[in-house]
């Protein structure tokens, strides 16, 4: 925010206070001072007049004048096109010190100058500030009769006499962007009266109005319109021109300039209409508006579903909390207009401000939210102004759409408890007086001292807290007694979720796959294609741009933005993981994410190559869950039935923790990597949320056997729908007294194979750990084997 010192001087006697040491009080009490600008910067400068202005002999554009400065009469060379005899200008004298450094008497191309006729330019007024038919744009500044010869009060005339302070406003204190609550806060920092103009229920007059208003979004509750059917045009008073200048806010007329001084007034943005174009007399708020609009500025906006608009007769004349519109704004013959007051959805003006590239003082405030009763107060102000500058007459009634959210309350805090919390002995007497100093009302009762919350502070005064740290602040951090805070005693060690963390990032590092750190943040298409979905997708009130809009609810797509930028960048036999949590509504899991493309490990002089397919992934995640201490048997691997749209359905399976999804692996699904300009993508995703449920089982040491194993391979022909998995289940219960292992080292499929079949080979160790087996009791054992496998799959032994 732009804080003027001379605009907050008329609320507040600032007499006997410097600049610094009034930053230096808004530090302590919490407010940041970004920087302090001087409107302009001129010294040793007085009002002179041209007696004599002629041509420099040895120049086509320099001029030799004559200048009285009522002390003496100064020879000065002069460059501006518009200097001539009889002009009162602004001289500064032989050691004047202006912006572009100290003024000192010399010799221009022959002839003595002593001194400088300045431009408003040439004292460090922004070009931007100065009124469209200054001269100082292309010469030096013409003053008029207000100007004596001789005076040297110029700038303070002008209005240019004025230090600027930028303040940080920080999100819950937006009620500082209006500099009558400024006011008050400076007031309660300083410790001095503040006295405010006494506005209230100006607006309370005209006759009865055939004026229609209506919101028909949630997102516009409360709506005011008036109409004004006589206003004069005319140049606004200096006093009005000098506040907005120092806002950094171009005077355009009396009735523009009364709508921009009322908004920093009352930090409530009003438009203005010209109440010619809106002949049918009705206002309509909507959020289905689509299409192209011409603003203020002249710029075409495209208007998209969502964004807030104000339309007449289903056309708009308006962005909503943002810009009016070029086809009803208040043109040079103005003669009646319409005034708006509304409240509107900050998230929603943010959205489309941002969108459209129009951060305006309008969109700031609502952005940052409005006080409740804000709308009130400012057609308050506007028609107070109208009637004292505009020469206002013939008021309608003010028409109010839906009504202001907002009921007086008390916030009750006890002194036992604010001494408790804040560490420091404050007396009753010492709190109530900070209360009064914000300028609110407070009693007494007993240990309790109850404060009534001004419609302004309702923002961001809530609690009994607020009003703690009201008191803190306003009083002296210094004198806060140092305390150290009690804890328990606790053991310092690693969660279970941390411990599981680091042994995977140990695990896939050993085994070459690299950390990865993603967006958080993604579009609509990461959550359409999101795989094992948490939930409904939280979407950002206020996203950066489209790309960052929702929280993701997978790991999948941020790991293949990442593998595909890795491609695209020439690296080969990329491995990657992730873990990180995911977020839906209420809900958060944390996940582990494995992506491979290429070898796993490629040693191309012993020709080594480990190409990642369906179980080179299955192994790793295999001995991930091996490291982390799960028992294999409590893991199942089941047909893919949960998705098939991401994932190949014939190389893909789901995995079970004890009967939960634990998560999906497997190869994605061509027609998805297609899109993506990818092939070959082997990826799973596990929820670690299960296995810290779970638990792993105490490590065991299984007792090596005395006794010799005996291995025996069985090669089948089963018909190609069966499971390997199915084959295994069966010869373990068949064998399950004798059998060791039990491991598939062969699949094929091709010439010699039936159609429709597939040749399947496992490897059998049989193993007792009482006896040496002979051949009798393996061949027993084994025989039922094959025998439970022929009757139960078909098969054939080959």
């Known amino acids: 925010m732009k804080l003027s010192l001379k605009w907050l001087s008329d609320f507040i006697d600032l007499k006997g206070l410097t600049t610094q040491e009034i930053i230096e009080q808004m530090v302590r009490c919490g407010f940041e001072v970004e920087a302090v600008e001087r409107m302009s910067e001129g010294t040793n400068l007085v009002v002179g007049k041209v007696l004599e202005c002629k041509d420099h002999p040895n120049s086509d554009h320099l001029h030799l004048t004559k200048t009285d400065i009522g002390s003496e009469v100064l020879d000065i060379v002069c460059g501006a096109p518009n200097c001539r005899e009889g002009l009162k200008v602004i001289v500064a004298k032989v050691g004047a010190k ?59 005339k002008l209005g240019y006499d004025d230090t600027i302070l930028d303040v940080s406003i920080y ?38 109005s055939d004026f229609i208003l209506r919101s028909e979004s949630a997102n516009c509750p409360h709506f005011l319109a008036k109409v004004v059917n006589k206003v004069t045009i005319k140049e606004s ?49 909507r959020d289905d508006y689509e299409g192209i609009y011409t603003a203020l500025d002249g710029i075409d906006y495209k208007i998209e579903k969502g964004d807030l608009m104000i339309t007449s007769e289903g056309k708009p004349i308006g962005i909503a909390g943002i810009m009016g519109g070029d086809n009803t704004k208040i043109l040079e013959d103005t003669s009646s207009l ?9 998230a929603q003006i943010r959205r489309t401000a941002n969108r459209l590239g129009l951060q305006t003082e309008a969109a700031a405030r609502f952005s940052k939210g409005l ?90 005064l809530k609690i009994r807290e607020d009003i703690d740290e009201e008191i803190v602040r306003l009083t002296d951090f210094d ?133 990642t397919d369906f179980y080179i992934l299955k192994g790793i995640i295999k001995g991930v869950l091996s490291a982390l201490g799960f028992e294999m048997g409590r893991i199942s691997i089941e047909e893919n039935s949960v998705d098939q749209k991401h994932f ?55 007792v090596v056997s005395k006794y010799p194993s005996v291995s025996r391979d069985i090669s089948l022909m089963i018909k190609e729908d069966v499971k390997v998995g199915d084959l295994l289940a069966c010869i373990r219960k068949s064998g399950r007294a004798l059998i060791n292992r039990c491991e598939v080292f062969d699949v094929y499929q091709g010439e010699h194979i039936e159609k429709g079949y597939k040749s399947v080979s496992l490897n059998i160790v049989y193993e007792d750990k009482e006896k040496t087996l002979k051949s009798d009791d393996v061949n027993e054992i084994h025989n039922k084997v094959l025998n439970d496998l022929i009757s139960r799959f078909e098969a054939v032994q080959r």
């Open 98 to 156: 202006l912006p572009g450094g100290e003024i000192k008497a010399g010799n221009i191309r022959g002839e003595v100058s002593n001194g400088m006729l300045c431009s408003l330019k040439e004292l460090g007024i922004n070009d931007e500030l100065l009124p469209a038919d200054s001269p100082s744009h292309n010469g030096i500044e013409e003053l008029d009769d207000r100007f004596e010869v001789g005076d040297t009060d110029i700038l303070d």
């Open 171 to 208: 999100a819950n204190r937006p009620d500082c962007l209006a500099m009558y609550w400024m006011a008050k806060e400076m007031g309660a920092i300083l410790d001095r009266e503040v006295v405010l103009p006494d506005f209230e229920g100006k607006a309370y007059i005209g006759k009865k």
């Open 237 to 285: 008073p200096e006093w009005l021109k000098r506040h907005l200048r120092a806002n950094g806010v171009k005077c355009i007329n009396n009735l523009v300039d009364i709508s921009n001084y009322v908004m920093l007034e009352t930090g409530q943005p009003l438009h203005f209409y010209d109440l010619r174009s809106n002949p049918a007399k009705e206002i309509t708020v």
């Open 338 to 346: 319409i005034i708006e007051a509304a409240l509107f959805d900050h």
């Open 371 to 460: 006080e409740p009763l804000a709308q009130n107060k400012a057609v308050d102000r506007a028609v107070d102004l109208l009637i004292s500058l505009a020469d206002a007459q013939d008021f309608e009634e003010t028409i109010e759409w839906g009504k202001a959210d907002y009921e007086p309350y008390e916030i009750q805090e006890s002194l036992t408890h604010l001494n408790s919390l804040i560490g420091k002995q404050y007396t009753m007497d010492e709190a109530v007086a900070v209360m009064k100093r914000l300028s609110f009302k407070c009693r007494e009762d007993g240990d309790n001292f109850i404060t009534e919350i001004p419609s302004y502070r309702s923002t961001d």
């Open 479 to 611: 004198d806060l007694q140092s305390t150290l805070p009690l804890m328990p005693q606790t053991i310092g060690k690693l969660s279970n979720m941390q411990h599981m963390r680091r042994v995977i990032r140990d695990y896939l590092s050993k085994h070459g796959f690299y950390d990865t750190v993603n967006y958080t943040l993604v579009d609509q298409r990461y959550i359409d294609e999101a795989v094992l979905p948490l939930g409904e997708a939280i979407a950002m009130v206020s996203p950066l741009s489209d790309a960052r809009k929702y929280v993701r609810t997978s790991l999948m797509n941020s790991l293949l933005e990442a593998l595909s930028y890795n491609l695209d960048h020439y690296n080969e036999n990329v491995n990657l993981y992730e873990i990180s949590k995911v977020y839906a509504k209420d809900l958060e899991q944390e996940r582990l994410g494995i992506i491979m493309e290429g070898y796993l490990e490629e040693y191309k002089v012993k020709h080594l190559n480990l190409k």
């Open 648 to 702: 190949h359905p014939y190389q893909s399976a789901v995995l079970k923790m004890d009967g939960k999804i634990l998560g999906i692996f497997g190869k994605l699904h061509p027609n998805y990597l297609k899109n993506l300009k990818l092939s070959d993508v082997f990826y799973g995703e596990l929820i670690m949320d299960v296995l810290d449920e779970a638990k792993p089982g105490k490590v065991k040491a299984p």
